[in-house]
């Protein structure tokens, strides 16, 4: 046996990014696509349309990050929130923080 110092990888972590040429905020993990939020922009708002997390990546937190993070862009543009997606609306349910920047969508 020798003494020799084990190389232990480093996490990774995930970032997002507003690829507007694809209307989307991505959410990176590492060199991979984990998942992404469609949206699309409209009179000062962002609609929020659709959330997808890849399989491999669902169960780890990864959507409240991507979530997170758009919504949080969104509020900084000074733009309102329109969840029309499903994961987008449930996240807003439970982070009363955003209130005040939410257009609920008409039903």
Known sequence: MTDEPTLVDEPVQPEVVDNELEDRFELWYGDRLAGFAAYRRR???TVFV???IEPEFEGKGLGSVLARHALD???ARG???VPVCPFISAYL???P???EHVKWPAS
Do not use: C, L, N, P
């Open 43 to 45: 009179d000062g708002g």
């Open 50 to 52: 659709h959330t997808v």
């Open 73 to 75: 862009a969104t509020v």
């Open 79 to 81: 733009e309102e929130i």
């Open 93 to 95: 349910r439970k982070h």
């Open 97 to 99: 923080e955003y209130d």
